[in-house]
């Protein structure tokens, strides 16, 4: 068994019952992930495994700080020993430090995950960021309204993706920049 087929049934036990509309977004981010096999290359179950992996910090039972991004990468570690490329990329996904710097947890995060290679990131960003909670593919500046409209002006959630807009519209301009042209977003040709 491959590791996306690891974070597959790990994140469908997680999420499918208890957060059915998360387990939809899951879904349609592990899809996008799967999209990206071309330029991606060896790459690309890696990313998969995090795509699937990227939200389980919801999962009621793995609900610590509230930070999804912190909570999740934790329980993969401490608990799977998961690839620690594969925590990196669940603890910084969707230019995570924003939301971390809001909750306080900035230092934590960074304590305690290094950051994974940008290329990764932007594209498990791309992933999530242009996928709706219902797991179909939008816009990423549908997607940022969105978290905007679901979770009021005032929340620290929305105060975090308003900070975080540009670091996460440039990495889904930079994947699908690639994907136009058949490059790895660091820039080595995928041909």
């Not at 997607?143 to 975080?164: K, Q």
């Amino acid at each position: 068994m491959g590791q996306a087929e690891w974070a597959r049934d790990l994140a469908q036990h997680l999420l499918a019952e208890p957060l059915p509309r998360r387990w939809a977004h899951t879904q349609g981010v592990a899809a996008r992930a799967e999209s990206l096999a071309l330029i991606l290359g060896e790459e690309s179950d890696l990313l998969t495994a995090a795509a699937w992996l990227h939200d389980i910090g919801y999962a009621p039972g793995l609900v610590d700080t509230g930070f999804h991004p912190l909570d999740g990468a934790r329980y993969l570690r401490d608990v799977h020993q998961a690839d620690d490329k594969l925590v990196r990329l669940v603890a910084h996904h969707s230019c995570a430090v924003y939301e971390a710097s809001e909750r306080g947890l900035l230092e934590t995060l960074n304590a305690e995950f290094d950051q994974e290679r940008p290329e990764l990131v932007e594209a498990l960003t791309y992933c999530d960021m242009t996928t709706s909670p219902d797991g179909l593919p939008l816009d990423v500046d549908v997607r940022l309204a969105e978290i905007h409209s679901r979770y009021g002006p005032e929340h620290l959630v929305s105060r975090s993706i308003a900070n975080a807009a540009p670091c996460i519209t440039s990495a889904v301009r930079a994947v699908q920049a690639a994907l136009a042209d058949g490059a790895l977003p660091d820039g080595r040709d995928s041909r």
